[in-house]
């Protein structure tokens, strides 16, 4: 028997996933019985957000990703593609139809069972785990009672509940012309990539960064955001000099350029153990994504960049899955416990489907007495799988991008062109997956 707890789109993946390879499924799901602050339909797999999956494009990280799911066989793209409205080069979803075509799919399976119970109420995580393969795919807004209990069994004094992360850019994609390597007044490492102003740039930014649309946050989050980490933006309405006195400080810096002090300064820190990503430093925002690409292009140094991930503020649990998951999403603790969905540390739609379809073929691989099915690092699937599990001390949930899957052998300098190899890679690495499966 395997328990999966959560019936979001991670939930639903693996449970499918599962019962279609004839394992026996109990599904528990809170609703109707309990909604979450974000959550209002009953049915199994609602989207609270966007009802947008994004780019169904190749030459895009995240339509790659939704290809390499979709040879894998899975039910929540395919309810995605079934569901979908105009949007272009995009997949969108009417969402009420969405969550009624996964819910009637998944109810009409004969190997699972679905459960309304909370976890952490009158049924306990420890019990599920006594005599069962247990999938936690409780999201982002996982209960206070089964957060306890998580951080019991992973031995952690603490989950995130509170997500500023700032923007990350591929490295190759700064203008290093501009920016230069070095550490406050030449100490340390020279570990950061610093990215100088003039007083014109710097103000013009400033203009840009205040005037700059912001997104739309829930209820419950807003007084949080505040006390969990003040956005750039708000810092910047405090006056124009206040980001100069801030993390924009220029002080223990000179600009090789003209050898003298900049006006204020941008510093980017590496964000992965490859070196190819940073996140800008004290960036935390909760502007739209294309306000942040807009504004935060204006940076001199990042004109061309190439953002893989845009800053987040808002309510988020997830565990630190560095230390505590490998390359399966597998519990180190306890073999028989595995995390799917964003508390497992991946960040969007696509990618929490996608960490279900590894947790469902691995589990399904062991009670059939084989070894691991570990993705392969040129696989987008592969590639979040190994960046949830990889050390990293500064870890941050993590959306599908080109940024984390290893180098061409060849270099190619046109994006495009590159972002087609990744993928013709990726997917002849998929396709050897599937034809074994």
């Not at 499924?25 to 602050?37: A, H, I, N, Q, R």
């Not at 153990?273 to 140094?301: C, D, H, W």
Request: net charge neutral.
């Amino acid at each position: 028997m395997v328990v999966v707890i959560g019936a979001g789109l991670a939930g639903c993946e693996t449970s499918y996933q599962l019962a279609k390879r004839g394992i026996e499924v109990e599904l528990y799901e809170m609703k109707p019985k309990k909604f979450s602050p974000a959550h209002s339909n009953p049915n199994l797999a609602e989207i609270v957000c966007s009802n947008s999956f994004k780019s169904n494009l190749l030459t895009n990280a995240c339509g790659l990703l939704k290809e390499e799911s979709r040879i894998l066989d899975s039910l929540l793209i395919k309810s995605a593609d079934e569901t979908a409205v105009p949007a272009g080069q995009a997949l969108a979803v009417d969402r009420e139809k969405f969550s009624s075509v996964v819910t009637e799919k998944i109810r009409n399976m004969k190997n699972i069972k679905i459960k309304e119970a909370e976890i952490g109420d009158k049924i306990h995580l420890k019990e599920l785990m006594r005599d069962n393969i247990v999938v936690i795919a409780t999201g982002p807004l996982t209960t206070d009672a089964l957060s306890k209990e998580i951080m019991e069994i992973t031995g952690e004094d603490k989950m995130s509940f509170f997500d500023a992360a700032a923007p990350i850019v591929e490295k190759n994609s700064i203008d290093m012309s501009i920016g230069f390597l070095g550490d406050r007044y030449g100490k340390g490492e020279s570990a950061y990539i610093n990215l100088p102003m003039n007083q014109e740039e710097y103000e013009k930014f400033w203009k840009a960064l205040v005037e700059a649309e912001i997104a739309e946050t829930h209820k419950f989050e807003k007084k949080e955001i505040f006390e969990g980490c003040m956005p750039i933006e708000v810092m910047a309405k405090r006056g124009i000099d206040t980001l100069r006195f801030g993390p924009l400080k220029p002080v223990g810096f000179t600009d090789p350029r003209t050898n003298t002090r900049p006006y204020a300064i941008v510093q980017l820190r590496q964000d992965n153990q490859a070196g190819n990503l940073y996140n800008l430093v004290g960036f935390q925002t909760n502007l739209k994504f294309g306000e942040q690409k807009r504004v935060f292009s204006m940076i001199p140094g990042l004109q061309n960049a190439e953002f893989v991930k845009y800053g987040v503020m808002h309510r988020n649990t997830y565990i630190n899955s560095p230390k505590l998951l490998d390359n399966t999403y597998n519990l180190k603790k306890y073999p028989n416990v595995y995390f799917a969905g964003q508390i497992s540390g991946v960040e969007g739609y696509v990618e929490s489907i996608a960490s279900g379809i590894v947790v469902s073929l691995n589990i399904a691989s062991y009670l059939q007495g084989q070894g691991k099915i570990v993705f392969p690092e040129e696989t987008v699937i592969g590639a979040l799988a190994n960046y949830i599990s990889t050390e990293n001390k500064n870890f941050q949930p993590m959306n599908a991008n080109f940024g984390i899957l290893p180098e061409l052998d060849e270099r190619i300098k046109d994006k495009k062109m590159r972002y087609e190899k990744l993928s013709e890679r990726s997917l002849l690495k998929i396709n050897q997956i599937a034809k074994n499966l």
